[in-house]
């Protein structure tokens, strides 16, 4: 067979030839590009408009962040420094720091407090947000509330430790007479612990803040970034709870119970916050007895949480409407009551389900403490708006405030944001 | 057998309505009602206590009052004389004016960053994935705010368009973009307008009746009329024969410098245009999510048998893709125009006269009638919100999977 050929074709290869490497345009960036950057003349314009666009963009801001001055007191010596050439005053962030995370009332030499209370958030927070820890943890969880009112507050220990105890025996009622029935524990509990703080009330003299260890500061005097977090930790975490019973209920077969529900959800879901805070700032004090005087961190506190609970609520109807009917009926069916099914088999899986729409109501809560600056408190915006911005030193320092502001809310709702969808993938226990 | 008769039937006791599931619901709900009509009497009470102790009362005749200040945004005739309700109509005009402006915008820029996210452009879907991210994590206060100041600082003032050496001038000659707002033509309707108006009108209906026309006979004879240049020529071209048949009716009243400002035309206060700017790219981040969402709802196989049944890219977009992935679009689209309405209300951040900023914000300080101002405001918007809903539910009835 070999030599069929031999006198009719004049070569015939015996080797391979070598590899040689691709042709410049199929491979390596050249190709990339051209797949993704350049694919159809379409695409290409695109291209080209969004390179220019990033290109107008870059060169309007970079000059100016790089130019930036860090170091003087006031936007006139900036414009003096800058003569005439763009760049940043950057000074306003440093010369205003403490005003911006603290507020401008909050008392210099207790900085500390807060942001010791900032830190510990982090420590009692990680349990919650991380399941791998060890459990043990949970306990300075419990604590930290009562914990980071006393250091941001300050006054006597003698409040955050009665309400500390007022807790523990409620909690300590609700285990013993759990095992009888829920609603006796449930009720048994939150009496327990009512009886305590009432007595205990009594034993707190008057006057006990005014020598305390650390000394009181009134709600008034809070202001800045601080504020919002606190807005947002407090309320959000008042709201999941409430926001759980309120699912429960419009869930309900009792048909009073879920009017009322549904009611509140849909009342609450109509309205925009503002109005919300407006019943806090001009309303809400009516309701109250006469001679109490609730500050408005507090009616804030409380607006908001009715706020974020209702919007919670819905994220874990939809939770609990996701559930297959099975649960329902296999929980019947080994004898569970109401209590037990809805405790041990029916939120367990309806609150995974609903971890992505939660944390998606904490974002948007936490962006919306920002309004508070509308009812003239002083949080980040307000503070910007406010007080630094119409001080002669840094009147019309916009951008770089407005930035600083728009950049902190990015990393915290962002960062959380991610979170949330870590915490998806970790939680995905079906195969698919 | 003990079955053949009936079960002694057991005489109610009390203690049933604890421990027999039939009655305790019952239980729960009496010690609701009570609970709820305890709340409400003390909260009442108290009410009443405060109320009386201020010496105040609930009545809504400051409404009639003349208001006593000034609103630049109208849509409607209002002076300082005229009532708080016409201020508060006002308000409410403009709320709605922003809200239905902002979810245009806000419909149109969601779309195209949603689309051109899943773009296979790498550069492309990269910045539209920032914009998104960036938009949606940072509170549309502070975008309000610094859009309001980009407004202010970037575009030129008034006396900036005077004299021989201007540095600004009308964009097209009629358009003036001023820190003060922007001023647009108004148009001039002269007699014979109306013909103009009515052909319009009429040529609008002439399109629909014609796609109408020849979609049925797509459906019925399979003939495939063309669509896209009869359409636009209906459109366009009898308004345009009548304008000038009628002896161009419709002038163009164009803004003049006078004096220190703009006179004529018609003005979008500045205000207004940083709210709906703010609101329109805040929203649009938000929409653009749930576009990409309902895109990618669509099974890839829905796509590639349209393309085995022949249909060519365009048709299986319009035909296949676009009717499945708008009834995963829709509702969360209708739910974000609910929430630019909501968002509206922070106008009064800028200074926007809406609803918020005339009854909520000055007639509430200037007749202190904070619990009448602040529940006529809920009641507002709650009509809206309502009404959304309601509007929601029978379009989402309308398109429902039609299950076997």
Redesign the interface.
């Known amino acids: 067979m070999s030599d069929t050929h031999e006198n009719s074709v004049a070569f015939v290869r015996t080797e391979t030839i070598p590899e040689r490497e691709p042709p410049f345009t199929a491979s390596g960036p050249v190709k990339w590009m051209r797949e993704n950057l350049f694919a159809t003349p379409a695409n290409s314009i695109l291209t080209v408009l969004a390179l220019l666009f990033i290109y107008l963009i870059l060169a309007k801001t970079l000059p100016w962040m790089l130019n930036g001055i860090w170091s003087t007191d006031s936007l006139a010596a900036c414009r003096e420094i800058l003569d005439g050439s763009t760049g940043a005053c950057f000074s306003v962030l440093t010369e205003r720091w403490n005003q911006l995370l603290f507020g401008f009332k909050y008392p210099a030499e207790f900085y500390w407090r807060p942001t010791l209370a900032l830190v510990l958030l982090a420590v009692a927070g990680a349990p919650v947000l991380f399941f791998d820890l060890p459990r043990k943890l949970l306990a300075f969880t419990a604590v930290y509330p009562f914990l980071a009112f006393w250091l941001i507050w300050g006054g006597t220990i003698l409040v955050p430790i009665l309400a500390f105890v007022g807790v523990v025996a409620g909690a300590m009622v609700y285990k013993r007479l759990v095992t009888g029935s829920f609603a006796a524990g449930f009720f048994g509990g939150i009496g327990a612990a009512i009886v305590v703080w009432w007595v205990g009330g009594f034993l707190i003299p008057e006057g006990a803040s005014d020598n305390a260890m650390l000394g009181a500061v009134p709600s008034r005097d809070l202001g800045g970034f601080m504020l919002n977090m606190m807005l947002g930790v407090t309320c959000v975490s008042l709201s999941v709870p409430i926001g759980i019973a309120l699912a429960l209920g419009r869930q309900s077969s009792m048909p009073l119970i879920k009017v009322i529900c549904v009611v509140f959800i849909e009342f609450i879901r109509g309205v925009p916050l503002i109005t919300l805070l407006f019943v806090a700032s001009v309303m809400l004090s009516y309701f109250f007895p006469p001679e109490s005087t609730v500050d408005l961190f507090l009616r804030v506190v409380i607006m908001i949480t009715m706020f974020s609970a209702a919007y919670i609520a819905e994220v874990i109807r939809g939770g609990l409407a996701a559930l297959p009917k099975g649960q329902f009926e296999g929980a019947d069916s080994l004898g569970l009551d109401y209590a037990q099914a809805t405790r041990l088999i029916i939120l367990p899986q309806a609150l995974k389900i609903s971890i992505p729409g939660i944390v998606n109501v904490a974002v948007g809560l936490f962006k919306d403490t920002t309004l508070v600056s509308v009812i003239s408190m002083f949080d980040l915006v307000g503070m910007i708006r406010g007080p630094i911005l119409a001080s002669t030193e840094w009147n019309g320092v916009y951008w770089e405030l407005l930035g600083f502001a728009a950049l902190l809310f990015f990393v915290v709702c962002y960062g959380i944001s991610q979170y949330s969808q870590w915490l998806e993938r970790r939680l995905a226990t079906d195969h698919r | 057998m003990t079955t053949m008769t009936d079960p002694p039937r057991a005489s109610f006791r009390l203690s049933m309505l604890l421990n027999d599931t039939r009655y305790r619901?019952y239980t729960?709900?009496a010690i609701?009602?009570l609970v709820?009509i305890v709340a409400f009497a003390y909260?009442g009470n108290?009410?009443l206590?405060?109320?009386s102790?201020a010496g105040l009362n609930i009545a809504y005749d400051f409404l009639d009052a003349p208001a006593g200040y000034d609103i630049n945004q109208r849509l409607i005739e209002y002076d300082s004389q005229s009532s708080n309700a016409r201020a508060a109509i006002v308000g409410i005009l403009n709320t709605l004016l922003v809200a239905f402006l902002a979810c245009v915008t806000a419909t149109v820029l969601g779309v195209i960053a949603g689309v051109?996210r899943l773009?296979?452009?790498?550069?492309?879907s990269k910045?539209m994935a920032v914009y998104v991210?960036?938009f949606?994590?940072?509170?549309?206060?502070?975008w309000i705010?610094?859009i309001f100041?980009i407004m202010i600082?970037v575009l030129p003032g008034p006396r900036e368009f005077r004299g021989d050496g201007a540095t600004a001038s009308m964009v097209l000659g009629s358009f003036a973009f001023t820190n003060r707002g922007i001023y647009i033509p108004a148009p001039v309707w002269g007699p014979g307008s109306m013909m103009v108006v009515i052909t319009f009108i009429a040529s609008l209906i002439g399109v629909f009746a014609y796609r109408r026309y020849a979609k049925n006979l797509l459906y019925s004879t399979g003939r495939l009329l063309p669509m896209g240049w009869p359409s636009l020529a209906i459109f366009f071209v009898p308004s345009i024969v009548m304008f000038f048949i009628m002896g161009q009716p419709i002038g163009l009243d164009i803004p003049e410098l006078k004096g220190f400002n703009f006179k004529g035309g018609i003005k979008i206060g500045g205000p207004l245009i940083a709210l709906w700017i703010a609101l329109s790219v805040y929203t649009g981040a938000f929409i653009a999510e749930n576009v990409r969402a309902g895109i990618q709802a669509v099974s890839k196989g829905q796509t590639e048998a349209a393309g085995a049944l022949g249909l060519r890219p365009g048709r299986i977009m319009n035909l296949v893709v676009l009717p499945q992935a708008l009834r995963v679009i829709i509702p969360p689209l209708i739910s974000q125009y609910l929430n630019i309405t909501?968002?509206s209300?922070?106008a009064?951040?800028v200074g926007y006269a809406d609803v918020?900023a005339t009854l909520?914000g000055i007639t509430?300080n200037q007749t202190g009638r904070?619990?009448e101002c602040?529940v006529l405001?809920?009641l507002f918007?709650?009509t809206?919100?309502?009404s959304i809903s309601f509007i929601m539910n029978i379009y989402n009835n309308s398109v429902k999977l039609k299950e076997r």
């Open positions: 619901s729960f709900q609701a009602l709820l909260l108290n009410l206590t405060n109320l102790a051109l773009s296979k452009n790498w550069l492309v910045l991210e960036i949606r994590n940072i509170p549309v206060l502070i705010v610094i100041t600082a909501k968002n209300s922070l009064i951040a918020t909520g509430l904070a619990i602040v405001l809920m918007y709650l809206i919100s309502l």
